[in-house]
């Protein structure tokens, strides 16, 4: 093969120049991040593959993960560090050096320090989480109890819900279960290598329920397929155990044994037969019998949850807590094949090793510290969350300046449209003396920022992550940062420098405070950069079954079907000890005259594989896969009966807003629902939701269900 048909061919070799490296794609979280091979010539990326060996993705790699070459070297990179020289939100900056950046910010940081407490200055991580550890890290050695993420509206509350009925939080064993039932999540779109685990397992002959108002690839591989109406998964759960406990095939001896409040819990459940169910959730009975009888009678069964859908709803804490009892009454909590505990290792993931993690980031007990954000409205997230603030406050308290004032916001990969009502979020944000974000793009919320600073990609820089199996990688730079952008990690540690100079970890840099975090592990830096691609452990640590018989993690130290969390607010509404359904509160059941003007349900936010909120719709490979152009999915039933065609202009409102889209006639979406997704710059759908449209347990927006119309508009949304 001649050198020419080898370079097009971009093969590897001496004579084409073209070299490998391996490193990992992050443009989604760390549960799902994919191995890569990334291909250069000249000390450019001219390809990008998944990984063969990676034991996550196997070779496999999504749309957003090859499109990394054009999201690495998009134009719309920030290039240097930039203070505003124009009014906020006007978008003219000034380059800046990174000393006069890190130092403007110090004095910004310091100056409400001394004037209003450490408590003023608010630490925040968007989507992105390698750099986690070292953000909280900086706001607690700082004195600051306000690091807050977009945890605020993922993954939490989902933890939470288990947390309450548990104590600590089970994955599914799917690679052991006889019956798996998903219960809203799609990872054929969202995380690749866990639909692949999926299929695996399918072949060796498991069971799946999946419970989902739309159709997926997941649905569609299910034996049973549960369609309830968005938000009440509740209804559903609390209709499946009133016939589990009818029919008698639940765990007596594990319910007997190891649970609280199972005769409170069976009374309540009574009244909610199959028929109620199907009212209720619009499931069939016939339907909800058949899945609670697969479920209970499996030898082994699991819930696979999801970090979102269930909790985007008013009720959502509560739905998720009656789906987590159905583990508890089945005996299926913390055993083989069942949810089981594994710890955290490193950056949420169960990575079979010990780590300095939660040491590492917390150099002061919070204790010592003033309330975070959210303190008297959300006291459940600040007694059982993970010592983060709960960020969906933080307009309310920028707006009355109590318990006491906020005045600087330091971002990283802050996203004001993560928010609901995200324009009044971004107004709220003029009450700060200093908004600072740190970006790889230049974003809309960089544009209403004081002082932005250029972070760059995975590939140019390192980073560890540990996966499930237990796996264990430390990337290095592919390529050297772009202009003049860095790790986010650096960024950090160099503003720790000037912020909180006696830290002792910080002081000593990257390296050094990596080796100290990996200590109880055995494993060095030195050593892990040896195989960039990643390595087993020697020693995977693989903890006990049933671990809850020398005591839950709960205040009862029981599995708990009524929660002694909960029971301490009384009749605080939505509060409830037992996971009562009410539903989500804009929705036909709770607000029917709303729902006459207002006739569809609004959900938002389901994944679509070729994006990842608003990180990568700017670019043109992506886009091209699906219209061009905001769209919300609409049923083609629904939209015959407005007289829709495909690609319409539409309005989308809700009593709070509404925005111009176009239209998509999908039979994935059901009817009676229209779907939009979110993180779009010229359609935000956020701008539809209220600002306190909040679960009151976890804080988490109702962003899957409120109530909403849809109008044919002549002109198209651009
Ligand atoms: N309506 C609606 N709203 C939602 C949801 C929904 O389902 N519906 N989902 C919610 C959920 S679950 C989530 S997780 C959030 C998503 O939360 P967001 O934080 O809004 O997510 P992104 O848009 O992915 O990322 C925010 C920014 O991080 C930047 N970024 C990417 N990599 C890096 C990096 O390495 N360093 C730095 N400094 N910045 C980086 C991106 O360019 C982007 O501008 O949205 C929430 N909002
Ligand atoms: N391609 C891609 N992958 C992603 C992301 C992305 O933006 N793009 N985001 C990442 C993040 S931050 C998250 S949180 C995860 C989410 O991961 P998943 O939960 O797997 O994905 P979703 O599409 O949000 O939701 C799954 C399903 O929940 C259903 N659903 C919606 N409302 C309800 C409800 O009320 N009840 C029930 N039972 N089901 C409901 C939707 O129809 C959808 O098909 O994905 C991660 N992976
Ligand atoms: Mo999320």
Redesign the pocket.
């Known amino acids: 093969m001649s050198r020419i048909t080898r370079l097009t061919a971009k093969i590897p070799g001496p004579d084409t120049g073209i070299e490998v490296k391996k490193s990992l794609c ?1 443009i989604c979280d760390p549960l799902t991040q994919c191995g890569l091979d990334v291909y250069l010539k000249d000390a450019r990326i001219i390809k990008i593959e998944g990984s063969a060996e990676h034991p996550f993705n196997k070779g496999a790699i999504c749309p957003k993960g090859a499109a990394g070459r054009q999201y690495v070297y998009h134009e719309n990179r920030i290039k240097t560090p930039l203070r505003r020289v124009g009014p906020r939100g006007s978008g003219t900056f000034e380059p800046i050096s990174w000393d006069e950046a890190l130092d403007s910010i110090a004095e910004g940081c310091m100056t409400a320090k001394s004037g209003y407490g450490p408590e003023s200055v608010i630490f925040f991580s ?3 989480k ?2 986690r550890p070292y953000l909280r890290r900086l706001a607690r050695s700082f004195g600051s109890p306000n690091y807050c993420t ?1 945890s605020s ?2 993954f939490m509350a989902t933890a939470m819900a288990q947390k309450l009925v548990f104590g600590a939080p089970g994955g599914p064993d799917m690679a052991n279960t006889d019956c798996l039932m998903v219960w809203s999540s799609n990872p054929y779109h969202t995380a690749h290598g866990r639909g692949a685990a999926i299929d695996r397992a399918l072949d060796r002959g498991m069971k799946m329920i999946v419970v989902d108002p739309r159709r997926t690839p997941t649905t569609s591989r299910a034996h049973i397929h549960l369609r309830p109406r968005p938000g009440t998964d509740g209804a559903l759960a609390l209709s499946m155990a009133n016939m589990i406990i009818e029919e008698n095939i639940y765990d007596a001896d594990f319910v007997a044994n190891h649970t609280y409040g199972f005769e409170e819990y069976r009374e309540y459940v009574r009244t909610f037969t199959p028929e109620r169910g199907e009212e209720l959730t619009g499931v069939p009975a016939a339907n909800i019998r058949a899945a609670a009888r697969m479920f209970a009678t499996a030898r082994r069964a699991c819930i696979m949850p999801s ?2 859908p269930v909790v ?1 709803h008013t009720n959502g804490v509560q739905n998720y807590r009656a789906v987590f009892m159905l583990a508890a009454l089945t005996g299926n909590y913390d055993v083989r094949g069942g949810n089981f505990v594994e710890p955290p290792s490193y950056l949420y993931v169960s990575g079979k090793m010990k780590t300095r993690e939660d040491e590492f980031e917390n150099p002061k007990p919070l204790s010592e510290l003033a309330p975070r954000i959210g303190s008297d409205r959300f006291p459940v997230w600040m007694e059982i969350a993970n010592g983060e603030a709960q960020s969906m406050h933080i307009p309310e308290q920028l707006r009355s300046g109590k318990p006491y004032p906020l005045k600087c916001l330091i971002g ?4 004001y ?2 928010w609901p009502d995200s324009e009044g979020f971004l107004k709220s944000l003029r009450n700060l003396d200093l908004i600072v974000n ?4 230049m ?1 809309d ?1 960089c544009r209403r920022s004081d002082i932005v600073l250029p ?1 760059c ?2 590939l140019e820089r390192s980073e560890l992550r540990c996966h499930s199996m237990g796996y264990v990688q430390l990337s290095s730079p592919v390529i050297e940062p772009l202009y003049e952008s860095r790790s ?1 990690v650096d960024i950090i540690i160099d503003l720790a420098k000037r912020l909180c100079p006696d830290d002792p970890l910080f002081k000593q840099g990257y390296r050094a405070t990596l080796d100290w975090i990996l200590s109880p592990s055995g494993l060095t830096v030195d050593e892990l950069e040896k195989s960039p691609g990643g390595m087993f452990l020697k020693n995977p640590i693989n903890p006990p079954e049933r671990k809850y018989e020398s005591g839950a993690r709960t205040p009862s130290g029981k599995i708990e079907f009524k929660s002694t969390v909960l029971e301490k607010y009384g009749e605080r509404p939505g509060f409830e000890s037992l996971p009562v359904y009410n539903p989500p509160k804009y929705s036909p059941d709770a607000s029917p005259d709303m729902a006459k003007e207002y006739p569809f349900i609004l959900n ?2 389901s994944r679509l594989p070729m994006f ?4 990568v719709n700017h670019l043109s490979w992506t886009r091209s896969l699906r219209a061009n152009h905001p769209a919300a999915d609409v049923n083609p039933e629904d939209a015959r009966r407005l007289n829709i065609a495909q690609n319409d202009g539409l309005r989308l409102s809700t009593p709070f807003g509404s925005i111009e889209v176009r239209a998509n006639l999908t039979e994935m979406v059901m009817k009676g629902v229209v779907h939009m997704y ?2 779009w710059g010229s359609a935000d ?2 701008t539809l ?1 209220e600002g306190d449209y909040l679960d009151p347990i976890s804080g988490f ?1 109702g ?2 269900s409120s109530l909403c119309k849809i109008e044919r508009i002549v002109e198209a949304a651009a």
């Open positions: 992050a968007g989507y992105t390698y750099f977009e509206t993922c970090a979102s985007h990283f990969g802050m996203n449209r993560m740190a970006d790889i793009f974003t919320t972070a990609t995975s986010d938002t936010g990842i909120h608003s990180r979110h993180g759908v956020n939701f927006p962003f899957k």
